[in-house]
């Protein structure tokens, strides 16, 4: 397995084989840095952080996995660059690949980063953008198997605002490594018919399927793994507040959900998240409309299903092992999956 001087976009460009590889990869790296073992392969190399959306989980993971790595960063912020006010992406691209090994970019929209990567001689890596994060999708699939032993065959809910970032990724991953995913939300959150047509073939062929339901006790039912994420998401309008919490209420994931998933059931959220009024947006929300908690209760968020923590975690190993297989030969470093 070489992926040496790819980019990673979105899991579509991948193959099951190929994400499989990643996983194992960011298992070892893991299991490496837990015993203190450095694995400073890339030192004098740098990367390129450029966040045109907010981040701690990504941001934090890039930089600490680089540093691992034994690379040097820039953190380029939202506000903080010429990108796209001064200069256009395509000239940022090639600037930066005269100064970095890799570039991260999370923005707006996947027509961006594909520009980015287009005109970049350097891996670009996708930080996240409107439609695809895949590089949380690693992480999750890294949790799923270390929580449950195998992949294939996993049935994952997703419940909320299925035809964003994170509804869009799983429904790929899901399909991709024979996983069962099923979107329990209101059909106008459903994901894009174009997608979702894409979709089916791929799990027609891997074993996996999509199902997509307004109906919670169907949807949730024997589920192995409950996903949730934010009901707005970063760079949508303040206006639609309101209206996502009247249509997504229903689709709250709370202890009856949980319940009748079954006792197998984990609770997933790629975070942050609104489970009660600890936070700036959460209070605001709490007084304007009266609730104390949005997409998760803090009941479940706080359980012993949850595993987000774990999951959060492992967004450090799973990028590490992104960065790790596309700036380097990985055979006779000791990451080589024969040598691991
Ligand atoms: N899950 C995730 O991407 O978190 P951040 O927005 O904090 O990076
Ligand atoms: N859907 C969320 C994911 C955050 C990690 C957002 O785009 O804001």
Request: aromatic letters at 8%; glycine letters at 8%; hydrophobic letters at 40%.
């Amino acid at each position: 397995m070489d992926l040496k001087g790819r980019d990673f976009l979105k899991l579509l460009d991948f193959t099951r084989e190929e994400i499989t590889y990643l996983v194992d990869l960011a298992a070892e790296l893991k299991d490496k840095k837990k015993k203190g073992i450095p694995m400073d392969t890339l030192r004098g190399k740098n990367v390129a952080l450029i966040f045109e959306k907010t981040s701690t989980r990504t941001r934090c993971a890039f930089e600490v996995a680089a540093h691992d790595l034994g690379m040097g960063t820039t953190y380029l912020d939202p506000s903080g660059s010429q990108i796209g006010k001064k200069e256009s992406i395509a000239d940022t691209a090639r600037v930066l690949s005269g100064m970095y090994e890799g570039i991260e970019y999370r923005g707006f929209g996947q027509d961006i980063v594909e520009e980015l990567a287009k005109y970049s001689s350097v891996p670009v890596w996708n930080g996240l953008t409107n439609e695809f994060h895949p590089t949380q999708m690693l992480a999750d699939l890294l949790t799923i198997r270390e929580h449950f032993g195998y992949l294939k065959g996993i049935r994952l809910t997703y419940m909320g605002d299925a035809r964003y970032n994170m509804g869009n990724s799983l429904m790929v991953t899901c399909a991709r490594m024979g996983m069962h995913f099923t979107a329990c939300t209101s059909r106008k959150y459903f994901p894009a018919e174009d997608l979702v047509r894409q979709c089916r073939e791929i799990a027609a062929a891997s074993g996996g399927s999509i199902t997509l339901t307004e109906d919670v006790a169907a949807g949730t039912k024997g589920a192995d793994v409950v996903y949730t994420d934010v009901w707005v998401s970063m760079g949508e309008p303040e206006e639609v507040w309101e209206e996502r919490i009247r249509e997504l209420a229903p689709y709250q994931v709370n202890r009856s959900v949980m319940e009748n998933a079954g006792p197998q059931a984990v609770f997933m959220h790629c975070l942050p998240a609104f489970h009660d009024l600890n936070t700036g947006i959460g209070a605001e929300m709490g007084a304007r409309f009266g609730i104390r908690e949005m997409e998760v209760t803090d009941e479940v968020f706080e359980s012993g299903q949850s595993l987000v923590f774990q999951e959060a975690e492992n967004r450090m190993h799973t990028i590490k092992a992104v960065m790790a297989a596309t700036l380097q030969e990985t055979k006779g470093t000791g990451l080589d999956r024969n040598e691991i």
